[in-house]
């Protein structure tokens, strides 16, 4: 099953997404990779690797990631996992965790898990 990894300045943050998605698909493997090694606020290169590693299988990680920093630690921790079936997701945070955790639990290939989680962009509240 493809694993989600959600990066964010933040830890409560980061935790509150997976929290939430965890609702709507509790077996979908998750992890949060928020906020700093020492809490404060900030992305961790360690925390990052380490959720995916975590929840790494054949399947693939999708990591969805707030802004700016988060996007570039997590390119850096890419760069030293090349060999790894493992994508960043351009997606509203929340939206695209919720419907790529639905998705990755019917057991979807990572294209489609990448597929939903990008359509979220598009997707109107109300």
């Known amino acids: 099953m493809v ?3 959600i990066v964010s300045h933040s830890q409560k943050l980061a935790e509150g997404v997976v929290d939430l998605a965890s609702l709507m698909a509790p077996e ?3 992890r949060a990779a928020g906020g700093m090694d020492d809490g404060g606020f900030g992305t961790s290169f360690e ?3 380490t959720a995916i ?3 790494y299988s054949d399947d693939g990680v999708i990591i969805l990631m707030d802004m700016g920093s988060a996007v570039m630690t997590t390119e850096m921790v890419l760069e030293m996992m ?3 079936n493992v994508k960043m997701v351009d997606c509203p945070v929340v939206e695209g965790a919720i419907a790529a955790a639905v998705v990755a639990a019917g057991g979807a290939p990572m294209a489609d898990v990448i597929q939903v989680a990008e359509a979220a962009k598009t ?3 109300f």
Request: glycine share 6%.
């Open 47 to 49: 925390k990052i690797s």
């Open 123 to 125: 997707t109107a509240k």
């Open 82 to 84: 090349e060999d790894r």
């Open 28 to 30: 979908t493997p998750m």
């Open 3 to 5: 694993g989600i990894v």
């Open 53 to 55: 590693d975590e929840i």
